[in-house]
């Protein structure tokens, strides 16, 4: 089957049953999406499909069909502040937002929905899109933070 995955199209014998995530990582060797539960609790595994944010994990490949799955390999291009970065990456960076780093991929892709569709969310707005998305570190604090700065980056630049 063809993929559309971070603007190229890829093929991939997979078995559609088989779920996104492994497919990602095992067969196309896009391995910043990550395995956490394999049950979508953790958010670890979060990619986009047409801009939404989805559990990889849990999504079969057969269910993308014509959609554009965005990986975190994928973000950035020419909107980010610096080359190659999404505002929210950039706003990870300054913060010094992660520790150990392994559920951050995630946490970007579900940050980058969020103001995609509320490009000025509350604190509220903030939490209610980022449950799920469990980080061991504790660094919450620090991932509102970071979207608060990438929202305002992302205001000023439109």
Not at 36 to 47: N, Y
Not at 96 to 102: E, L, R, S
Not at 115 to 139: E, H, W, Y
């Amino acid at each position: 089957m063809k993929l559309r995955v971070n603007d190229n199209v890829l093929e991939t014998d997979a078995a559609p049953e088989t779920p996104l995530l492994w497919v990602l990582r095992d067969y196309l060797n896009l391995t910043g999406t990550k395995y956490g539960c394999g049950i979508a609790l953790c958010g670890a595994c979060t990619v986009h499909i047409d801009d939404n944010p989805v559990r990889s994990c849990v999504f079969p490949v057969g269910e993308v069909g014509e959609a554009t799955i965005t990986t975190i390999e994928g973000l950035g291009g020419s909107i980010g502040v610096a080359p190659g970065m999404h505002p929210v990456q950039q706003a990870w960076r300054e913060i010094d937002v992660p520790q150990c780093g392994y559920c951050q991929s995630g946490q970007i892709m579900s940050a980058v929905a969020l103001l995609v569709g509320n490009p000025n969310p509350s604190d509220a707005d903030i939490d209610a899109a980022m449950a799920g998305n469990i980080c061991r570190c504790g660094t919450y604090i620090r991932i509102r933070a970071a979207i608060r700065q990438a929202a305002k980056a992302m205001g000023s630049a439109s």
